[in-house]
Nanobody, 113 residues
Framework: QVQLVESGGGLVQPGGSLRLSCVASGNFFSIYGVTWYRQAPGKEREYVARMFTSGGVDYADSVKGRFTVSRDDAKNTVYLQMDSLKAEDTAVYYC???????WGQGTQVIVSS
């Protein structure tokens, strides 16, 4: 089982930015791609974005135009750049192998003034 490790969360004011990282071993992302999810307090986990092996990205409507997924193969890392953050973006963010069943620890993002 390849483990994905998320990091980069924190406290940010509304309108601010954060960049989350998802690190894997080997050529994981070029082989499988990656999916980002988030879970807000008291809510169901929801889809945020997916990067395909081609590098193409699909975004949930709620984050389209504000979030950007990118990949650095040399560092075996995928990034989730989050701009124009809103209070409703507060959640624990997870990256996961598409179709996989293993979840990591996630990284907490709090958007608050």
């Amino acid at each position: 089982q390849v483990q994905l490790v998320e990091s980069g969360g924190g406290l940010v004011q509304p309108g601010g930015s954060l960049r989350l990282s998802c690190v894997a071993s080997g050529n994981f992302f070029s082989i499988y791609g990656v999916t980002w999810y988030r879970q807000a307090p008291g809510k169901e986990r929801e889809y945020v974005a997916r990067m395909f092996t081609s590098g193409g990205v699909d975004y949930a409507d709620s984050v389209k135009g504000r979030f950007t997924v990118s990949r650095d193969d040399a560092k075996n890392t995928v990034y989730l750049q989050m701009d124009s953050l809103k209070a409703e973006d507060t959640a624990v963010y997870y990256c996961k192998k598409p179709g996989g069943t293993t979840w990591g620890q996630g990284t907490q993002v709090i958007v608050s003034s």
